[in-house]
């Protein structure tokens, strides 16, 4: 498989499996990697690699405050709470998605971006970066534009292209400031993606002068 397209940076897995992602770039590996085995396996060996480094690491000694602290919170923790009833959740949304999107993709309140595009934020990151699902109709486009900053994309439904390729359901795009890109889905169905955007898009096209001001205002 070409590991240099459509999937996660080696770097990127690794920081995954080290804990130092940003929240917003985790839950795009995450979501790739419940579609993606060959990044599964990845993981694991990086994983492995991980708790083996671990395990060579001499122990360090505790302090006594440190010791106590740890046995009160285990104290705190001998109340049984009450067993929760598992949800039930759309098995075609990403596992890490299901704290944003708990009753399908339908029922989320969507807001209109253009006749094409509807999108809704889910969160922001620390780090400042827009978490957000966008829709796109089928056969629909997305103006062409630029990025401010790193634009990470997961294809959750349906499929896209660009001037670089076709993307299908798991896909992960990475778009850089380089990159001026004009996505449009495919004639058959709706897209839905997941998308996080490190820094406001930039349009490039005839309604540029208009529209960057209002996107930039989303940031601020
Ligand atoms: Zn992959």
Redesign the pocket.
Known sequence: MD?SS???AYELLAAYSAGSLPLSQALCVSA??E??H??TR?LQRLNRVGSELMQQLKPAKASNDLKNRLLDSLDSLTDEAPAEQPKRFDPSIPRCLHQFVDQGYAELPWKRVSTDIHSVELCRDNNGAKVELLKIRPGGSATTHTHLGDEYTVILEGSFSDESGLYKQ?D?VVKDARDRHTPVATQDRECICLAVTEGPIQFTGFFSRLLNPLIRRGYA
Request: net charge positive; hydrophobic share 15%; with cysteine.
């Open positions: 590991r459509n999937h996660p790739h990697l579609h993606c060959s990044c990845q798991g992960f």
